[in-house]
């Protein structure tokens, strides 16, 4: 089982950047494809970016691609979430996830493991 606990949230305004955090507890981190989540009140839960085991691949959201960078480091058992020029309607809770699968990365249901989340909220 892995535990992930995210951090790094806050309150910014909007052009403002964050860098969100994801520690796992588990020694087989680099088996283990790595997402992050957000949902915004009254919203689903919604697909942000995803990084494969190796960084080989990445993918993100529309919304979010270009102003957020996802990237990991094994060694340290930590994903990270890179999110510049923040815009108001990025305020969420922000959640990571963990996946053996690779495919439909987007899914909620793809993901086995949850993080507790981290309040992001963007200010205009």
């Not at 997402?35 to 919604?46: H, I, N, S, V």
Request: proline share 2%; hydrophobic share 35%.
């Amino acid at each position: 089982q892995v535990q992930l606990v995210a951090s790094g949230g806050g309150l910014v305004q909007a052009g403002g950047s964050l860098r969100l955090s994801c520690a796992a507890s588990v020694r087989i981190f680099d088996r283990y494809n790595m997402g992050w989540f957000r949902q915004a009140p009254g919203k689903e839960r919604e697909f942000v970016a995803f990084i494969s085991r190796s960084s080989s691949s990445t993918y993100y959201a529309g919304s979010v691609k270009g102003r957020f960078t996802i990237s990991r480091d094994n060694d340290k058992n930590m994903v990270y979430l890179q999110m510049n020029n923040l815009k108001p309607e990025d305020t969420a809770l922000y959640y990571c996830a963990a996946s053996w699968s690779s495919t439909n990365y987007a899914q909620v249901r793809t993901y086995t493991e949850w993080g507790q989340g981290t309040q992001v909220t963007v200010s205009s």
